[in-house]
């Protein structure tokens, strides 16, 4: 799942891409333009920073 935001409204969606894929053919669902950017924020979401070493518990 990679995250995407359209460069001429603003959109941000989701799109399900293979990694040989992830760029190509990709148009924005609200204005169907092709300026995509592609945001790296999509691996790591979840992380909330508390995966640090066990040495001060
Ligand atoms: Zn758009």
Redesign the pocket.
């Known amino acids: 799942m990679y995250e995407y935001r359209?460069q001429?409204?603003?959109?941000q969606f989701e799109q399900l891409r293979r990694m040989s894929e992830a760029d190509s053919g990709l148009v924005?669902?609200?204005?169907?333009?092709v300026?995509i950017e592609r945001l790296l924020s999509g691996f790591a979401a979840h992380g909330c920073g508390s995966g640090g070493g066990g040495r001060f518990r």
């Open positions: 359209c001429t409204c603003g959109k924005c669902p609200t204005c169907a333009s300026e």
